[in-house]
């Protein structure tokens, strides 16, 4: 399979890898260079990190920690229950059961390597299998729990390095009327919005509708619907059935959003060069405003240590220096320091008065984070972002 390298955006450490100390031993750092298929148009990272480097005990996310979240979950659980009327449901990635916690009335599954965060569903009496996703898991839970109506998985198929194994092993564990349902970043929007901080150690890939069709042919599935949805800057609800059932009608938002991506240049190589010239200048003006208000004497902090702001950090070499310390709501992130940049994290407990400017990590979060940020706002504090491009809000 032809890959073609567009853009190498360095050294990077493991963006979960939240440090203990500000000056750590050996820690770990992978080249992030971004590749396109150019048979499937997958567009994916180049060297893939070990997932039990990434996915373990450790694991910081909790996909509970945002309001916004919390209700998009409550909000999809209630609509699948309404539409699909399910008897069984898998979780691939249940994280700390923001989602499949909605299910607790029918046989409800959960896959999730991440041991600390199986325990917590385990814990709510969802059987939780803290494994990694694979063909032989399928069977394993098939054997006990028969195959299910509904699969559902957010931001973790994109996290799976062979992705032929994952979709024959969903297809395997699906009812022949079963659904799946996948949730991930959209390639078009990152494209779109600029925003290369999509591409880090877990998102082995950024999904297009183009690609996933491609490559979930052999696999038996076909895409039948899509929603775009605002979640993580911009992503792609995509609802495949198997290609053997006929009951079901393909939507025409999977042609819409196939032409959308053929205008845009989803299918050529030319358009993520593009897109390389561009993430090199947007690094060049992200640090010119950093310089500039460092030159002022004005104090600037981080506003949610986000995997994502991992990349931006490292990829334009902002630490320190120019960012004292991040806040952030999730406690386990607390006390600790960003993988690379070594930048405290601090609980957040609203923004103190001394702070001038705060770099929007979690810039996924805006409308969230300006409301609650009001007072802040009002006294003139300042809000930096670098999507869709280098700016001062
Ligand atoms: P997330 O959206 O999951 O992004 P990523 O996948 O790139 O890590 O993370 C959001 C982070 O921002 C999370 O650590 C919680 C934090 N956060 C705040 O600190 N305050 C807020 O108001 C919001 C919305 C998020």
Redesign the pocket.
């Given at each position: 399979m032809k890959k073609i390298s567009f853009l190498n955006l360095g050294k990077h450490p493991i963006?979960?890898n939240f440090l203990k100390t500000n000056k750590p031993k050996n820690e770990f750092f992978y080249n992030l260079k971004l590749i396109y298929h150019k048979e499937t148009k997958l567009v994916s990272l180049d060297n893939f990190v070990p997932p039990k480097k990434m996915f373990n005990d450790k694991y910081?996310?909790?996909?509970s920690?945002?309001?916004?979240?919390q209700k998009a979950y409550r909000n999809l659980a209630n609509k699948i229950k309404k539409k699909f009327k399910p008897k069984s449901i898998l979780e691939i990635g249940s994280n700390d059961g923001v989602f499949i916690k909605y299910f607790s009335n029918i046989n409800n599954v959960g896959v999730e390597p991440c041991k600390n965060l199986a325990d917590l569903t385990s814990k709510m009496k969802i059987e939780t299998y803290d494994k990694f996703w694979t063909f032989r898991l399928s069977n394993k839970i098939l054997s006990k729990h028969g195959k299910f109506d509904i699969i559902y998985s957010a931001?973790t198929i994109s996290h799976i390095h062979n992705l032929n194994e994952t979709f024959k092993a969903i297809e395997n564990s699906l009812n022949s009327n079963g659904i799946f349902i996948l949730e991930d970043p959209s390639l078009l929007k990152s494209l779109q919005k600029l925003s290369y901080?999509q591409f880090?150690d877990?998102h082995a890939y950024v999904f297009s509708i183009t690609a996933l069709k491609n490559i979930t042919k052999q696999s038996g599935l076909e895409v039948f619907n899509i929603e775009e949805l605002k979640?993580?800057g911009g992503s792609n609800r995509v609802y495949f059935k198997k290609i053997s059932n006929k009951t079901i009608k393909i939507s025409n938002t999977v042609n819409k959003h196939l032409l959308k991506e053929k205008n845009f240049g989803i299918n050529n190589l030319q358009t993520y060069r593009i897109f390389a010239k561009k993430v090199l200048r947007s690094r060049k003006n992200l640090i010119k405003i950093f310089q500039k208000i460092k030159k002022e004497k004005k104090n600037i902090i981080g506003?949610?240590?986000?995997?994502?702001?991992?990349t931006v950090l490292n990829f334009c070499k902002i630490d320190k220096k120019f960012i004292k310390y991040?806040?952030?709501?999730?406690p386990t992130?607390a006390g600790k320091f960003t993988p690379g940049t070594h930048i405290p994290i601090k609980r957040?407990n609203g923004i103190p008065s001394n702070v001038d400017y705060a770099f929007l990590?979690?810039w996924?979060?805006k409308d969230?984070?300006f409301k609650?940020?009001k007072k802040f706002i009002d006294r003139g504090g300042r809000f930096i972002t670098h999507v869709p491009s280098p700016k001062i809000l």
């Open positions: 963006t979960n910081a996310h909790r996909a920690a945002s309001i916004t979240m931001n901080d880090y877990e979640t993580h506003y949610g240590a986000t995997y994502k702001s991992s991040f806040l952030d709501t999730t992130k957040y990590g979690a996924n979060f969230e984070i609650k940020e």
